[in-house]
């Protein structure tokens, strides 16, 4: 029963919602542009407000089309947003939304999208904004390119002639061209100067553009540079760039012609490559340009002229003839050349001087040269005097050698020139070294070297004290002689050696000492080392034995049976080696042996071996003429055995 009378209230509330709803507002802010580098991302912010808030707002976002029509390319509802397909913008596009800002989102600018966007917004109502932004697209040019005439340019011609074209490419917006002559920009001026500029749509959209410029030319345009510069545009800002510089061929009538050396620069010196070149101040096609040298009469129809490896004789006045075939006029210029030169140098005495020792020493050296000269002497590549003269008081054997002389020119470098003298000092032999030399060796074979200076060389003879002469090789030396002799040395022994030439003779002795037989023969004087071995003696009964220690380096074991009397010994064997450190070891050796011996026989008189104790006497009986007498000895060089007193062999007796 309440509802029929609630019914009349909720009409009223919907009647009064849709009244509220028609009032309300909406209101949408946008920039007027958007700039952004072609290949870029661009962002086109929209912001709106609503007092319905986001739930029940719609975002539409279309661009416009050269002919003003309208297309969709985003559409966000309160339950739905997709981007429209199947337009320029599909896969490129995004929302973003934020509060009250929707922002569309393209990727991968195209100059096709330079565009104006439009951004709506619808509420619930009927009401509705919108906002609109351009974008703008940028697309910075190729480096610009410019040409120049090939041909020369008359100045007489009574048309403008072309100078060169610039081309610039691939450019959004338009890129401007401008001319500049020695940098001031050049405008088109009637029967002066005509610039005519192309602009060509590439396919992708981006502009291209040519200029050319044409003019009329005059003298001073043979100096000039020409360049193109260009301008476009990026976000923001205006940027400029400028083409090479580039000059043209003017010609126009002489007035006076120059000649001069093109190399080498400065001095100009024998041997040299000699380059004249030859300009005037006109530049006419029709004309011939003649180089001609005045002595020889040398001459090229051209304006350069090369000649090689130039004497003294290539010097002289050379003259330059310009002549226009029109009205064969001559135009003459003339430039005088030096060729400078050094001759080689002359030493006097030629090639080799002698003086005795102790004489003075002159020699000198010149060098004809055009230019002024600096003379030094070297010998052994140390300088040892400076000018043309060399001079030396008193010659000694230091003075004698090869000495260069060497001229050179201070002005010019890598100019000189050199020659060589031989200096001989006459003398007496002077020998390197003491009078008397020690030479001490280990070895058996001995090698000396003799050197002995003086001129003329000197003849190297070698001899012993025993008055033996030796055989030797001998070798001449820069200041004398060299000889080298070798033999073997059994003991202590002088050598000499002896040179002499027409002057004098100078000898020097050499006293050797042979170490390694002054030790063997030191070893063979020594006292002999007594040592005593026991024997192994087998004897019969009644039979005395006398046994004596034996001398000897080696121990001997003698064996006597009842009928055999045996002594083997071994004499020792002394090797000489020629290396030192194997003279050292024997001697080493033998010295230990002597010890030991001299230890053993010490101990074998203390009676510590051989069950001896101080000196022993044996019991015997009366011997008769029977009894057998044994005696043992030995030395470095025999044995000796006793048997018997008439060499009988008895049977020992009972002791």
């Not at 020369?152 to 959004?172: A, D, F, H, L, T």
Request: include cysteine.
């Amino acid at each position: 029963m309440a509802l029929p009378d609630t019914a009349p209230l909720l009409v009223g509330l919907l009647l009064l919602c849709h009244a509220f709803r028609a009032w309300a507002l909406v209101e949408v802010n946008m920039e007027d542009k958007v700039e952004v580098m072609a290949g870029e991302t661009a962002q086109i912010t929209c912001m709106f407000t609503t007092d319905e808030g986001l739930g029940g707002t719609t975002i539409q976002w279309l661009y416009v089309l050269p002919n003003k029509e309208r297309k969709i390319i985003y559409n966000k509802e309160p339950m739905h947003e997709a981007a429209e397909q199947n337009t320029p913008f599909t896969g490129r596009i995004s929302l973003n939304v934020t509060g009250t800002a929707a922002v569309l989102v393209i990727r991968d600018v195209g100059v096709m999208d330079n565009l104006e966007f439009i951004c709506v917004i619808k509420t619930l109502t009927p009401e509705e904004a919108e906002g609109r932004t351009q974008l703008q697209v940028f697309k910075s040019p190729t480096f610009p390119t410019i040409e120049a005439v090939e041909t020369g340019i008359s100045v007489n011609e009574e048309e403008p002639s072309k100078i060169g074209s610039c081309r610039v490419k691939n450019g959004y917006p338009k890129p401007n061209i401008t001319w500049y002559r020695n940098n001031m920009p050049l405008r088109n001026t009637p029967h002066e100067v005509d610039v005519k500029s192309s602009i060509t749509t590439e396919w992708s959209g981006l502009f291209s553009v040519q200029s050319e410029l044409t003019m009329k030319v005059k003298k001073e345009d043979k100096d000039a540079e020409f360049y193109c510069e260009v301008v476009y545009f990026v976000p923001g800002a205006t940027k400029m760039t400028e083409t090479q510089r580039i000059s043209i061929t003017v010609y126009y009538p002489p007035t006076e012609v120059n000649i001069w050396v093109e190399s080498p620069k400065g001095i100009i010196k024998e041997g040299d490559t000699l380059e004249l070149r030859c300009e005037n101040n006109g530049n006419y096609p029709s004309s011939i340009t003649t180089i001609k040298h005045q002595n020889s009469g040398y001459s090229v129809e051209n304006n350069k002229m090369v000649r090689t490896n130039v004497t003294r004789l290539d010097g002289g006045v050379y003259n330059c003839t310009f002549m226009e075939t029109d009205n064969f006029e001559e135009i003459l210029g003339s430039t005088k050349v030096s060729v400078n030169y050094l001759e080689s140098a002359v030493i006097t005495p030629k090639n080799s001087i002698t003086v005795m020792e102790g004489e003075e020493l002159k020699a000198s050296c010149n060098a004809l040269s055009s230019l002024q000269t600096s003379t030094a002497w070297f010998k052994n590549e140390k300088l040892v005097s400076k000018g043309n003269s060399l001079s030396v008081k008193s010659a000694t054997f230091e003075t004698a050698g090869m000495y260069k002389c060497v001229v050179t020119v201070p002005e010019m470098e890598g100019m000189k020139t050199s020659g060589t003298l031989q200096v001989n000092v006459k003398g007496s032999p002077q020998i390197f070294g003491p009078d008397v030399q020690e030479v001490e060796t280990y070895e058996t074979t001995v090698n000396l070297n003799c050197s002995a200076r003086g001129f003329p060389a000197p003849t190297i003879m070698w001899s012993t004290s025993d008055g033996k002469n030796l055989n030797a090789l001998q070798t001449e030396t820069e200041d004398g002689a060299q000889s080298e002799v070798t033999f073997k040395i059994t003991s202590n022994v002088k050598v000499f050696c002896n040179a002499s030439n027409d002057f004098g003779s100078k000898v020097v002795e050499f006293n050797i000492k042979a170490i390694l037989n002054t030790i063997l023969t030191t070893i063979t004087s020594m006292p002999t080392i007594s040592t005593t071995t026991r024997s192994t003696t087998t004897i019969a009964s009644d039979t005395v034995v006398h046994t004596t220690p034996t001398t000897t380096t080696t121990t001997s074991t003698n064996t006597i049976t009842d009928d055999t009397v045996q002594t083997p010994t071994k004499s020792p064997n002394i090797k000489k080696e020629s290396k030192g450190f194997v003279i050292a070891i024997i001697i080493i050796a033998i010295l230990l042996l002597a010890i030991l011996g001299s230890v053993l026989y010490f101990l074998y008189k203390k009676g510590r071996i051989c069950g001896r104790s101080g000196k022993q006497d044996f019991s015997k009986r009366k011997s008769s003429k029977d009894n057998i007498v044994v005696e043992m000895k030995s030395d470095n060089t025999e044995e000796a055995i006793l048997l018997g007193v008439n060499g009988e062999k008895q049977q020992p007796n009972d002791q």
